[in-house]
């Protein structure tokens, strides 16, 4: 292999400290990255990585996911015929040194996704050859600093670091810049005025400055962006009217969200053409849907949420080309439109595949033909003033992951055949819908079920025996209460079979706390007794929340069944307490006594029998409790 000519490569690269005293060429290997020549004995142009000219003088320099460590010597100054210096997630830390300047030949620098801190050398305004910049995912700090000589530069990426202030003045000496993202920095002022004003401005094709402290007025000014295609100031503190100018943009790909914009959105918005993203969510918008949008033919997503738009939305939206849509959290009323029945017959309704018009105040039913949407993946109808019973055909949403119709007031029952059709779902949400029945025992079918709410319903019975071993993803799920009952149970992992599941989690409506003369509570009791050490279970009220370990519980109970055998548990009646209204600790008090009571009933006659096992095992206790 041709040697690398002087200087060595090996001054550089063997500066950095290798972990457990490996070779570089071991290093490289477990990486994945090695050949059976590379990073091994003596330095050479075959190096992974390493592009030489014919005189064997290093040009270009790739290290990319190598887990190397410590800071990037100043001895790089030396590789003076560096055109390439690409160093990306390599755990290197430290500051950029200001040796960095003497490499005057470079056009391609790219230290992204490392740990460099500091700000940037001074010395890096002598790249006066450099094309392309990018340190992000980095911790530079500090003014951004002087750029006035890198007239070269095409594209530059400062994001995802600590850079603050304004952004330099030097900005309109970028005469050829085609990327400029300085998105997640604390880059402050009116940098739309700035950037408006860039000499060649009209070359700039991807300007990316959300999440900084911007501020400033959306005005006409944006217009000189005409070849923008990529256009984000997200998440800022910009103001202003989207005024009719918009429609004379032409980036593909527009995000206007989370800043200060108010007014309404202009009819000339639909002139957008090529428009694939809209996003103006988190705004003080108002007025009406804007439904010149809808006869694009280009506009796959539309972000409206947390506005404060009105009005009824028309059966336009489902003839249109969208695949995700999101007007949430807005003042959007009367009824969901229905598909139209041209379009039903054509069935040519498979763009969508998100919907989320919830936290309005749409009323009525679901549409009956929302099973059309056949590519829908997530529907979130919640929070709303939607009425009358489920429809067979949202049970032909078979591709569906996720579904929210909590908070409405429907009517009728869980379709427990149509509901085990639904595969795919992993997150279910149907509390406090006014739903009545039992519990569905096809969702045992919907086996990738990770977070499963059905509480403040009107349902009765019990957990059907088929979700015990079905149901093994299950991460959270809350059932209860029910009916008009006031407390509570969570069941925080199913599998592990939880006591069988069936009557822990779940107990009829009329074992209630009100009930403690007639058993409530002691059968809630005389259930957890039949648990294992696997079963948790919470138990709640309005006035707060008690979580019940019964991991620990069952312990202590085992442990007391033993120590107190000769003291006898006296229940102490309180005939003040209003049926069905008490407080938590009372309940909690209750709950555990029931637990005692049943102890007691099962032991008792059993006393001399325990009674040595219980002194010889009292240390124990201690350690387990």
């Known amino acids: ?98 040796s960095i300047g003497n490499v005057r030949g470079l056009n ?77 920095n ?36 944006v217009l000189k962006l005409k070849n923008l295609d990529y256009f984000n100031i997200s998440n800022n503190r910009i103001g202003g009217e989207i005024s009719s100018f918009i429609g004379n943009l032409s980036a593909v790909k527009i995000d206007f969200s989370s800043n200060h914009l108010y007014g309404s959105i ?62 949430s959290s807005n003042l959007f009323n009367g009824s969901i ?51 009358g019973t489920l429809p067979p055909s949202l049970y032909q949403l078979t591709v569906l992951k996720q579904l929210d119709l909590s908070q409405n007031h429907f009517e009728g029952e869980i379709d427990s055949e149509g509901i085990s059709r639904l595969e795919q779902l992993d997150v279910l949400l149907l509390h406090n819908c006014n739903l009545n029945g039992t519990l569905p025992e096809g969702l045992s079918n919907v086996r990738l079920l990770r977070s499963f709410r059905i509480e403040g319903n009107k349902l009765m019975g019990s957990i059907p025996p088929t979700w015990h071993a079905s149901l093994n993803q299950l991460e959270f799920c809350l059932l209860v209460p029910q009916n008009t009952g006031d407390r509570s149970f969570l069941c925080e992992r199913i599998i592990p079979p939880v006591c069988e599941l069936v009557d822990p989690c779940f107990v009829k409506s009329n074992a209630t706390s009100s009930e403690k003369d007639k058993g409530g509570f002691e059968k809630i009791g005389d259930l957890i007794r039949s648990c294992d050490r696997n079963c948790i279970i919470g138990v709640s009220s309005g006035g707060g929340s008690f979580i019940l370990i019964l991991i620990v519980v069952i312990v202590i ?17 309180n005939e003040e307490k209003k049926k069905g209204i008490l407080p938590s600790m009372e309940k909690m008090k209750w709950f555990v006594e029931a637990i005692m009571l049943g102890t007691k009933k099962e032991k008792k006659g059993e006393e001399n029998a325990h009674e040595a096992e219980s002194d010889q095992s009292g240390g124990e206790e201690v350690s387990t409790t």
């Not at 009819?267 to 809209?278: V, Y």
């Not at 120590?563 to 006296?570: A, G, N, W």
């Open 108 to 184: 391609r620098l790219d230290l992204s996704s490392n740990s460099f801190s500091g700000g940037i050398p001074p010395s890096i305004s002598l790249l006066t050859n450099l094309l392309y910049l990018n340190l992000s995912n980095n911790r530079f700090s500090g003014p951004i600093g002087s750029t006035s000589t890198l007239i070269h530069l095409i594209s530059i990426d400062l994001s995802s670091n600590g850079f603050s202030g304004v952004f330099p003045s030097s900005y309109q000496f970028f005469l050829q810049v085609e990327t400029l993202n300085i998105q997640n």
């Open 186 to 221: 604390l880059i402050s002022g009116i940098f739309l005025s700035y950037i408006v004003n860039l000499p060649n401005i009209s070359k700039l094709k991807s300007l990316d400055v959300s999440n900084n402290l911007l501020t400033g007025i959306l005005s006409e000014n």
């Open 337 to 387: 439109p229905g598909l139209p029945s041209s379009q039903i017959k054509r069935q040519i309704f498979t763009n969508f595949e998100s919907l989320d018009f919830s936290n309005n105040l749409f009323n009525g039913p679901i549409p009956f033909d929302i099973g059309k949407l056949s590519n829908l993946h997530f529907l979130n109808l919640s929070s709303n003033q939607l009425g």
């Open 557 to 573: 109970v085992k442990k007391r069944q033993q120590m107190q055998s000769k003291s006898e548990i006296k229940l102490q009646q």
């Open 266 to 327: 202009p009819d000339s918005i639909g002139e957008l053409e090529g428009i694939i993203a809209l996003r103006l969510s988190q705004n003080l918008l108002s007025g009406t849907f804007p439904d010149s949008l809808l006869h694009s033919k280009s506009l796959r997503v539309l972000e409206l949420q947390e506005n404060r738009l009105t009005g009824e939305i028309t059966n336009l939206i489902w003839n249109t080309s969208l695949v995700s849509l999101n007007i």
């Open 1 to 98: 292999p041709l040697p690398l000519a002087s200087p060595c490569i090996s001054s550089f690269l063997c500066n950095f400290p290798i972990n457990q005293n490996n070779s570089l060429y071991d290093l490289a290997l477990s990486s994945g990255l090695a050949i059976s020549s590379i990073w091994k004995g003596r330095p050479s142009c075959n190096w992974n990585g390493i592009i030489c000219d014919s005189q064997g003088r290093i040009k270009s320099l790739t290290l990319k996911s190598i887990p190397l460590s410590g800071s990037l010597p100043q001895s790089i100054g030396n590789l003076d015929t560096l055109v390439n210096l690409t160093i990306v997630q390599c755990n290197i830390s430290g500051l950029l040194p200001n």
